[in-house]
Protein backbone atom coordinates (compact mmCIF):
# COMPACT_ATOMS: atom_id res chain seq x y z
CA UNK A 1 0.00 0.00 0.00
CA UNK A 2 3.02 2.27 0.58
CA UNK A 3 4.31 1.64 -2.42
CA UNK A 4 0.85 2.42 -4.15
CA UNK A 5 1.04 5.87 -2.01
CA UNK A 6 4.47 7.06 -3.47
CA UNK A 7 3.90 5.92 -6.87
CA UNK A 8 0.68 8.61 -6.63
CA UNK A 9 2.83 11.18 -5.13
CA UNK A 10 5.37 10.94 -7.83
CA UNK A 11 2.79 11.11 -10.70
CA UNK A 12 0.69 14.20 -8.83
CA UNK A 13 4.31 15.93 -9.08
CA UNK A 14 5.05 15.08 -12.53
CA UNK A 15 1.41 16.18 -13.30
CA UNK A 16 1.47 19.57 -11.60
CA UNK A 17 4.99 20.09 -14.14
CA UNK A 18 6.82 21.12 -11.19
CA UNK A 19 10.33 22.43 -12.15
CA UNK A 20 12.95 21.83 -9.85
CA UNK A 21 16.16 23.42 -9.36
CA UNK A 22 15.66 27.11 -10.83
CA UNK A 23 17.61 29.53 -9.01
CA UNK A 24 16.38 31.00 -5.96
CA UNK A 25 15.40 34.54 -5.03
CA UNK A 26 13.10 35.90 -2.33
CA UNK A 27 10.44 37.13 -4.35
CA UNK A 28 10.79 34.23 -6.99
CA UNK A 29 11.98 31.22 -5.15
CA UNK A 30 11.16 27.53 -6.10
CA UNK A 31 10.93 26.03 -3.24
CA UNK A 32 12.14 22.26 -2.80
CA UNK A 33 9.24 21.46 -1.25
CA UNK A 34 8.30 19.20 -4.19
CA UNK A 35 11.38 17.81 -4.42
CA UNK A 36 11.23 16.43 -0.75
CA UNK A 37 7.70 15.25 -1.61
CA UNK A 38 9.34 13.19 -4.08
CA UNK A 39 11.55 11.84 -1.60
CA UNK A 40 9.25 10.26 0.14
CA UNK A 41 9.35 7.73 -2.45
CA UNK A 42 12.62 6.52 -0.99
CA UNK A 43 11.67 6.67 2.61
CA UNK A 44 8.33 4.57 1.89
CA UNK A 45 10.18 1.73 0.38
CA UNK A 46 12.42 1.20 2.74
CA UNK A 47 9.83 0.89 5.21
CA UNK A 48 9.00 4.39 6.47
CA UNK A 49 11.15 5.59 9.15
CA UNK A 50 9.16 8.31 9.89
CA UNK A 51 7.01 6.16 11.68
CA UNK A 52 6.86 6.47 15.41
CA UNK A 53 9.03 3.72 17.21
CA UNK A 54 11.26 3.09 14.00
CA UNK A 55 15.01 3.61 15.16
CA UNK A 56 17.17 6.12 13.43
CA UNK A 57 20.14 4.70 11.88
CA UNK A 58 22.11 7.65 10.86
CA UNK A 59 26.00 7.39 9.28
CA UNK A 60 25.27 3.58 7.36
CA UNK A 61 25.36 5.71 4.27
CA UNK A 62 27.59 8.98 3.47
CA UNK A 63 24.43 11.88 3.05
CA UNK A 64 24.65 13.71 0.14
CA UNK A 65 24.65 17.55 1.07
CA UNK A 66 21.49 19.35 0.20
CA UNK A 67 22.75 22.21 -2.04
CA UNK A 68 19.35 23.91 -2.73
CA UNK A 69 18.02 23.10 0.51
CA UNK A 70 20.99 25.64 1.91
CA UNK A 71 20.54 28.20 -0.63
CA UNK A 72 16.70 27.98 0.17
CA UNK A 73 17.67 28.49 3.77
CA UNK A 74 20.49 31.28 2.70
CA UNK A 75 17.69 33.11 0.67
CA UNK A 76 14.13 32.77 2.48
CA UNK A 77 15.33 33.48 5.71
CA UNK A 78 18.97 34.22 6.65
CA UNK A 79 20.30 37.40 7.23
CA UNK A 80 24.09 38.15 7.75
CA UNK A 81 24.85 38.71 11.05
CA UNK A 82 27.74 37.51 13.26
CA UNK A 83 25.85 34.18 13.68
CA UNK A 84 26.35 33.53 10.09
CA UNK A 85 29.58 32.33 10.87
CA UNK A 86 28.39 28.89 12.31
CA UNK A 87 25.81 28.11 9.53
CA UNK A 88 28.73 28.47 6.72
CA UNK A 89 30.69 26.04 9.47
CA UNK A 90 27.71 23.41 9.72
CA UNK A 91 27.42 23.48 5.85
CA UNK A 92 30.78 22.72 5.14
CA UNK A 93 30.68 20.28 7.25
CA UNK A 94 27.54 18.45 6.38
CA UNK A 95 29.15 18.36 2.31
CA UNK A 96 32.28 16.52 3.59
CA UNK A 97 29.33 13.82 4.97
CA UNK A 98 30.00 14.87 8.67
CA UNK A 99 26.68 14.97 9.48
CA UNK A 100 26.78 15.03 13.31
CA UNK A 101 29.37 17.03 13.28
CA UNK A 102 27.28 19.70 11.39
CA UNK A 103 24.78 19.57 13.79
CA UNK A 104 26.89 19.96 17.04
CA UNK A 105 28.47 23.16 15.37
CA UNK A 106 25.42 24.62 15.43
CA UNK A 107 24.98 23.87 19.26
CA UNK A 108 28.42 25.44 19.83
CA UNK A 109 26.84 28.23 17.96
CA UNK A 110 23.32 28.86 20.11
CA UNK A 111 25.81 29.40 22.79
CA UNK A 112 26.63 32.34 21.79
CA UNK A 113 23.76 33.46 19.91
CA UNK A 114 20.58 31.14 22.21
CA UNK A 115 17.76 33.08 20.37
CA UNK A 116 18.74 33.21 16.66
CA UNK A 117 15.67 31.53 14.81
CA UNK A 118 18.31 31.02 11.79
CA UNK A 119 20.51 28.73 13.49
CA UNK A 120 17.69 26.88 15.43
CA UNK A 121 16.04 26.30 11.76
CA UNK A 122 19.65 24.81 10.22
CA UNK A 123 19.79 22.53 13.74
CA UNK A 124 16.61 21.19 12.92
CA UNK A 125 17.99 20.38 9.06
CA UNK A 126 20.82 19.41 10.14
CA UNK A 127 19.52 16.78 12.61
CA UNK A 128 17.11 15.60 9.56
CA UNK A 129 19.81 14.83 7.61
CA UNK A 130 22.15 13.30 10.25
CA UNK A 131 18.79 10.80 11.06
CA UNK A 132 18.43 9.92 7.36
CA UNK A 133 15.41 11.96 7.21
CA UNK A 134 13.63 11.19 10.28
CA UNK A 135 12.01 14.42 12.23
CA UNK A 136 13.55 12.81 15.57
CA UNK A 137 12.65 14.59 18.97
CA UNK A 138 15.52 16.93 18.80
CA UNK A 139 14.87 18.02 15.08
CA UNK A 140 11.69 19.13 16.21
CA UNK A 141 12.86 21.19 19.17
CA UNK A 142 15.04 22.61 16.89
CA UNK A 143 12.17 23.83 14.57
CA UNK A 144 9.83 24.96 17.57
CA UNK A 145 12.28 27.05 18.79
CA UNK A 146 12.84 28.50 15.76
CA UNK A 147 8.94 29.35 15.48
CA UNK A 148 9.02 30.50 19.11
CA UNK A 149 11.64 33.37 18.71
CA UNK A 150 9.90 34.00 14.99
CA UNK A 151 6.36 32.66 14.75
CA UNK A 152 5.60 34.35 11.56
CA UNK A 153 9.07 33.88 10.12
CA UNK A 154 8.67 32.86 6.22
CA UNK A 155 11.80 30.26 7.09
CA UNK A 156 11.06 28.49 10.18
CA UNK A 157 7.92 28.17 9.35
CA UNK A 158 8.37 26.91 5.64
CA UNK A 159 10.99 24.71 7.20
CA UNK A 160 9.11 22.86 9.59
CA UNK A 161 6.27 22.36 7.11
CA UNK A 162 9.12 20.78 5.23
CA UNK A 163 10.34 18.06 8.06
CA UNK A 164 6.84 16.95 8.70
CA UNK A 165 5.46 16.41 4.78
CA UNK A 166 9.34 14.46 4.63
CA UNK A 167 8.16 12.44 7.97
CA UNK A 168 4.76 11.70 6.52
CA UNK A 169 2.58 13.81 8.73
CA UNK A 170 0.73 15.78 5.87
CA UNK A 171 -2.12 17.20 7.63
CA UNK A 172 0.72 19.13 9.84
CA UNK A 173 2.72 20.46 7.14
CA UNK A 174 -0.40 21.30 4.81
CA UNK A 175 -1.62 23.75 7.82
CA UNK A 176 1.18 25.39 8.42
CA UNK A 177 1.89 26.01 5.04
CA UNK A 178 -1.70 27.55 4.49
CA UNK A 179 -1.09 29.72 7.34
CA UNK A 180 2.60 30.92 5.81
CA UNK A 181 0.88 31.09 1.94
CA UNK A 182 -1.80 33.29 3.53
CA UNK A 183 0.61 36.11 4.91
CA UNK A 184 2.78 36.20 1.81
CA UNK A 185 2.35 38.83 -1.10
CA UNK A 186 -0.13 37.37 -4.03
CA UNK A 187 2.62 38.02 -6.59
CA UNK A 188 5.23 35.79 -4.33
CA UNK A 189 6.24 33.14 -6.34
CA UNK A 190 7.13 31.02 -3.09
CA UNK A 191 3.45 31.79 -2.36
CA UNK A 192 2.35 30.08 -5.62
CA UNK A 193 4.31 26.83 -4.95
CA UNK A 194 3.27 26.34 -1.30
CA UNK A 195 -0.38 26.25 -2.50
CA UNK A 196 0.59 24.04 -5.44
CA UNK A 197 2.36 21.80 -2.14
CA UNK A 198 -0.67 22.16 -0.42
CA UNK A 199 -2.69 20.12 -2.91
CA UNK A 200 -0.34 17.69 -3.58
CA UNK A 201 -0.77 16.90 0.13
CA UNK A 202 -4.81 17.34 0.15
CA UNK A 203 -4.27 14.21 -2.68
CA UNK A 204 -1.64 12.01 -0.70
CA UNK A 205 -4.19 12.64 2.59
CA UNK A 206 -7.17 11.68 0.45
CA UNK A 207 -4.97 8.44 -1.07
CA UNK A 208 -4.34 7.27 2.22
CA UNK A 209 -7.51 7.18 3.91
CA UNK A 210 -9.04 5.56 1.10
CA UNK A 211 -6.02 2.39 1.18
CA UNK A 212 -6.71 3.01 5.16
CA UNK A 213 -10.36 2.60 4.97
CA UNK A 214 -9.46 -1.12 2.47
CA UNK A 215 -11.40 1.18 -0.43
CA UNK A 216 -8.03 0.24 -2.59
CA UNK A 217 -5.94 -2.71 -2.65
CA UNK A 218 -1.97 -1.89 -3.77
CA UNK A 219 -2.59 -3.24 -6.72
CA UNK A 220 -4.79 -0.14 -7.25
CA UNK A 221 -8.16 -1.83 -7.67
CA UNK A 222 -10.98 -1.22 -5.34
CA UNK A 223 -11.66 -4.36 -3.15
CA UNK A 224 -14.60 -5.16 -5.23
CA UNK A 225 -12.96 -5.06 -8.29
CA UNK A 226 -12.20 -7.07 -11.07
CA UNK A 227 -8.74 -7.58 -11.80
CA UNK A 228 -9.36 -8.82 -14.97
CA UNK A 229 -7.62 -11.77 -16.53
Given at each position: ?54 PVEA ?42 DAAN ?52 NYFY ?69
Open positions: MTGLLIAAAIALVIGAGVMLGARLSVRHAAPVATALLLGLAGYAWQGSPGLAGKGKARVEFDEALAKKRSEIGERLTGATKWLVVSDGLARQGNTAVLLSGLREYPEDPNIWVGLGNALMAHGNGVLSPAADYAFKQALRFEPEGVSPGLALAESGEFERSRDIWLKLAARLPEDFELRAELIRNVALLNALIERRDVMAQGGMSPGGMSQGGNAGP
